[in-house]
């Protein structure tokens, strides 16, 4: 079978490197707060080019205590309007609304499936306070005039970017392009962790350290907590894990990149349609975290990809706007998005598929 | 010098064992949600003797997610009333308020540190919902009269759970004595693990149901939400930790009750007040997370050990209702509370203290 992420073997290529920091983190007796998860936000912010990194739990987390910190800063206040894609994963809109804030969708361009920053300025609002962006799938979105919007408007604009480690939007990392980024280091992205992770990266030295503080309670000194903060921190264990993979996320994009590009050149379906991308081994924009096709037989497709023992997801079957969860939304409609989430299929993609592997799916999808 | 806790002697007793499972865990590519989770739920549930355990991220998390279950069941409003003891560290609090509930605040007392349950009555309205009590520093705290008090007044009772784990009440597990049970494994807990660790115990199967879906973005199936959810989940690595460190549990807590004893029977100096407690070595009721003096030159005291090479903490120096945090609060005074917060210290105790640094602390506190 062709697992759609191989994780086991992907970890194994670090097994000696990992397995000998871990060891040394249980022997040392410290596991939080400690020299390790600094070091890897010193790296994390040098590999992004960026002020400060904060390690916090993980992605959901990350958006949260941003949202949370520009209102402890009052910059955003209980009530006001975030934009937001509607294509997205459910975590970028719980962060809004888990801060009592008003998510607003824009919908997605159909190309790049990232949201479509000629959408947004008729969304603008007096209560609008941010856009968030999320570059998904690991594709960078950005443009100077969202750049220019965002300035004119007074809005912050955060980065979602759980999918896009190691991106770069006209030679600037995703991460450093907007206000403020969440990070997800969840065992299946590309920087992956051993369980749950994720951080904070801005220039914004205010910002960090406000985040800092409410995820430790919200203390800065020992027993004395300003803020009614959370519990969200990084661990040691984590932190070795991904500064050992840090090193190795370029080459590992990389890798990702040659396999889309393969996929780009071989797949042949008049009933597929393939994502739309230039020159892909060279460019940075895009470092697959998905690899998404669609078709409009997709049920059908991925059925048949199953018999053929190759494993696919769809990221994702019900946008937010349509799950229970925001029941207040359901009335709401987004036809790229709706669309999309019938089209779309996931197809296995990661640094250690090999060529057989990628030649077959390439065949059974030609054969389809 | 004697360190409050030397966490590296502690885990080292384990760390054959441990260090396998984690490289296990590492090696088998599975993470989250796995069965090495479901393991230590099992265990942990046969431990205290409940129906069910959900692993969530931390100590806080735990009694965050129990309200808000209760809310998502119905059960709590926003704006309804928790009562919770006064002297209590803050994450007890913030459970509260972060769900947008009003903590209200009772006295503990004077001779076990632990909420007054007789003063709880006077503090129930038509808005209280539950009871939150806390087995301070590893006493459990429980009593029938607060159980006909909830029964009447159709009330939950929730036990922080965080500093009292393996301790009993009348031959009940803490945990087991109420409606739900929050947990911290923080390293430095009893059952500590290897970063924030956490989990909830109840005999309520839809309220673990519950909390387990919130826990997991509000999600029960792949990609269909459900409630608007967190990121709250126990990993597979500090599931193996704790697994093993179970299994030690009781003769963990066995040998802090000597280092007690030792210190109740030997520590005599007129400045100094002891807990007060009968039958220490049998006695199921303490498991001594903290052993906690008190001293009215409490500040002077600290200083005095410090230059003898014995460090010391203070549980917790400024109460809840004092701090920056809930500013809103600072005008309430609770008398026996804010006296307690400049008397107590916390001595060394864990399961590694070595006779010859028990003998140095009594010789040196004699000495006083
Ligand atoms: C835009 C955006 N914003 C915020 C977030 C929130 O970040 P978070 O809080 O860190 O999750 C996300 C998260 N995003 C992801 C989301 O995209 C989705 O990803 P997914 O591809 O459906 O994930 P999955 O199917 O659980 O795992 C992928 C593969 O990896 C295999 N696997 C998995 C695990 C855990 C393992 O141990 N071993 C394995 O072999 C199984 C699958 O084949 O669901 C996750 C729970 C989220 O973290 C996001 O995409
Ligand atoms: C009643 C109640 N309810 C809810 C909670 C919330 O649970 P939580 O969210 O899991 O924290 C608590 C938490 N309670 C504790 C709280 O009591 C306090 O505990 P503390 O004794 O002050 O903790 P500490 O000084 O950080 O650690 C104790 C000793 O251990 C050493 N150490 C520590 C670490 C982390 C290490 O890696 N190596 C070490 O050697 C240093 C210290 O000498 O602060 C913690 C952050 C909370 O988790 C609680 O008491």
């Given at each position: 079978m062709i697992k759609f992420l191989d994780l086991q073997k992907i970890n194994l290529q670090f097994q000696k490197e990992i397995e000998e920091e871990i060891i040394k983190v249980y022997r040392s007796g410290w596991y939080l707060l400690g020299e390790k998860v600094r070091?890897?936000?010193?790296?994390?912010?040098?590999?992004?080019?960026?002020q400060e990194t904060v390690g916090v739990a993980n992605g959901l987390d990350s958006l949260r205590l941003i949202l949370k910190?520009?209102?402890?800063?009052?910059?955003?206040?209980?009530?006001?309007?975030v934009i937001v894609p509607?294509?997205?994963?459910?975590?970028?809109?719980?962060?809004?609304?888990?801060?009592?804030?008003?998510?607003?969708?824009?919908e997605p361009d159909e190309q790049t499936f990232n949201i479509d920053i000629s959408k947004i300025e008729e969304k603008i609002t007096s209560k609008t306070k941010a856009i968030m962006i999320v570059h998904l799938y690991g594709q960078a979105i950005f443009s100077n005039e969202l750049k220019l919007l965002a300035q004119k408007n007074n809005l912050k604009i955060i980065e979602d970017n759980a999918q896009a480690i190691g991106a770069e939007w006209n030679g600037i990392k995703t991460g450093n392009l907007g206000d403020a980024a969440g990070f997800s280091f969840y065992p299946g992205k590309n920087l992956g962790a051993l369980g749950d992770a994720g951080a904070v990266s801005t220039n914004d030295a205010d910002l960090a350290q406000t985040i800092r503080t409410l995820a430790n309670y919200g203390s800065e000194k020992k027993y004395i907590n300003k803020y009614r903060g959370l519990n969200s921190r990084l661990d040691e264990i984590q932190a070795v894990v991904l500064n050992t993979k840090l090193k190795y996320n370029d080459q590992e994009n990389q890798k990702r990149r040659a396999v889309a590009n393969y996929y780009l050149n071989n797949i042949k379906n008049a009933r597929i349609e393939l994502p739309k991308i230039e020159n892909c081994i060279q460019n940075k924009q895009h470092v697959w975290h998905l690899f998404v096709i669609r078709c409009k037989q997709r049920d059908e497709l991925q059925e048949y990809l199953t018999k053929n023992n190759i494993q696919t997801l769809v990221h994702y079957p019900i946008p937010p706007h349509k799950q229970e969860a925001y029941s207040n939304y359901n009335h709401l409609h987004f036809p790229i998005t709706e669309k999309l989430s019938k089209e779309i299929l996931s197809l296995p993609i990661s640094a250690v598929l090999h060529q057989d592997e990628i030649k077959k799916v390439v065949k059974i999808l030609n054969d389809y």
């Open positions: 070091e890897f936000e010193n790296n994390l912010a040098k590999y992004i080019g960026v910190g520009y209102k402890e800063l009052g910059v955003i206040n209980e009530g006001d309007e509607a294509n997205t994963y459910i975590a970028s809109v719980l962060a809004i609304s888990e801060n009592g804030l008003i998510p607003i969708f824009v």
